[in-house]
């Protein structure tokens, strides 16, 4: 690993945890790379090849460009397209009391012994959220697909900062033996928060039909290539002007047999002419006039 610097002062307080791979990009952080997450990992590929196979594909696509380098497209993105100082807030970001106490969080997920599933995000898509949402100052933010609160913190740290805004977010039931979801959540953070229990294709919609508009929504459940689509297209009727639609797994093949074809993401955004940009395995799009005429805009 590179230690001048530059290079130290492009890492995030997620690779300050033991629980993290953070630059390999892949989901579940360091749990995965232990003899027990090996061991399940392991006994998923017997059961499922395909999915296998999907994830040695992901992770040849994520060895393509260096998080370093998608760290600092990400800066530089943030800062032309929203007119701030994405280095200054990324400085505030790292140095932060949350992100000391979330390292922490997730070394106690780390040395959690019960029952917990594989899927926690990677750094720098967290890093993409806390920068999106200091820069955009979002009054209400939607996220489907919560897990243990790793994004979910992110985007409750970042509205704190602001002083404002509120995170409406779904997922579904877990197992009561496993961590809650608001593991990750530090208790300070949570009274901007609304969790709802519950499957996004029933409560996507109502909690929706609540808001006469959100600013930004952030997908992370299930990543099939038809439930991408339909959250992305339930959302985006109530995106505002300005508003950002984000997704983690941009970069995966949805099967075996769409292995050659774009990930949903990348067609919906350019289906519905909105401006997007991949980092990593996260994606951000901008709504634009161009979008709400039906033109279409390249990525950018």
Do not use: M
């Given at each position: 690993m590179d230690d001048s610097p530059t290079a130290a002062s492009l890492r995030s307080c997620d690779n300050q945890s033991s629980n993290d791979l953070g630059d390999a990009g892949l989901p579940g952080g360091r749990a995965q790379s232990g003899p027990r997450a090996a061991l399940r990992l392991a006994g998923k590929a017997v059961r499922h090849p395909g999915r296998a196979v999907l994830r040695l594909l992901l992770r040849a696509r994520l060895a393509r460009t260096g998080v370093a380098v998608d760290r600092m497209r990400l800066v530089s993105w943030v800062s032309e397209r929203f007119g701030v100082d994405a280095a200054a807030l990324q400085a505030e970001y790292r140095d932060s009391d949350f992100c000391r106490e979330y390292a922490s969080g997730r070394r106690k997920l780390w040395e959690f012994t019960g029952p917990q599933r594989l899927g926690t995000?990677?750094?720098?898509?967290?890093?993409?959220?806390?920068?999106?949402?200091?820069?955009?100052?979002?009054?209400?933010?939607?996220?489907?697909?919560?897990l243990y609160g790793s994004a979910s913190a992110h985007i409750l740290a970042a509205l704190a900062r602001n002083g404002e805004g509120e995170l409406f977010s779904i997922d579904l039931p877990r197992d009561p033996q496993e961590p809650a979801h608001d593991?990750?959540?530090?208790?300070?953070?949570?009274?901007?928060?609304?969790?709802?229990?519950?499957?996004?294709?029933?409560?996507?919609?109502?909690?929706?039909?609540?808001?006469?508009?959100?600013?930004?929504?952030?997908h992370d459940s299930l990543h099939t290539s038809q439930h991408m689509t339909w959250e992305f297209q339930t959302a985006f009727r109530r995106l505002g002007p300005q508003g950002v639609l984000s997704s983690h797994d941009v970069r995966i093949a949805h099967s075996v047999r769409e292995i050659f074809r774009p990930n949903a993401f990348q067609t919906f955004c350019e289906r519905h002419g909105l401006r997007w940009r991949t980092f990593h395995n996260s994606g951000l799009a901008l709504r634009t006039l161009v979008s709400a005429l039906g033109l279409v805009a390249p990525a950018f």
């Open positions: 995000s990677d750094a720098l898509s967290h890093e993409a959220l806390y920068l999106v949402v200091r820069a955009t100052r979002p009054r209400v933010v939607v996220e489907t697909g919560v593991f990750l959540v530090p208790a300070e953070l949570r009274k901007r928060w609304t969790f709802v229990e519950g499957d996004s294709r029933r409560e996507l919609p109502a909690l929706l039909e609540r808001q006469s508009e959100i600013d930004l929504f952030h």
